[in-house]
């Protein structure tokens, strides 16, 4: 597969986390306004792409030490981030953004395998 078809594989599969995360989790909402759904799944694409793996190589004693906590927290932050830097998603509390976080990464997990697994 080709860079821009994992890019777009990877934007999709953000937008149906996000989804799904806003069917199942109360006090999570995302804006299905299509301008503003695909900028909010964008940004988030980009912080997966570029921001997280630099910070995961950084904070990788830590992530061993907290048995994978420390990688949830930053995904959590990187979804509290997103709310506030675009109007594509709403979170009521911490619990909602944690919950969220747990969605959204678990659908991002198994699109990941079952779409962009090497052949």
């Not at 830097?85 to 009521?92: C, H, K, S, Y």
Request: proline share 3%; glycine share 6%; hydrophobic share 55%.
């Amino acid at each position: 597969m080709t860079k821009l078809g994992k890019l777009i594989v990877v934007f999709l599969i953000n937008g149906l986390s996000l989804y799904v995360a806003s069917r199942l989790i109360p006090g999570f909402h995302i804006s299905l306004d299509p301008g503003v759904l695909a900028e909010t799944v964008g940004l988030l694409t980009l912080i997966n792409l570029i921001i997280k793996p630099i910070l995961k190589i950084v904070l990788t004693p830590i992530i061993w030490i907290t048995f994978g906590l420390a990688s949830f927290i930053l995904n959590a932050f990187f979804l509290y981030a997103v709310s506030r830097l675009t109007q594509g998603i709403d979170i009521a509390d911490v619990q909602s953004l944690l919950l969220a976080t747990l969605v959204v990464s678990l659908t991002n997990i198994l699109c990941e395998r079952l779409l962009l697994r090497k052949s």
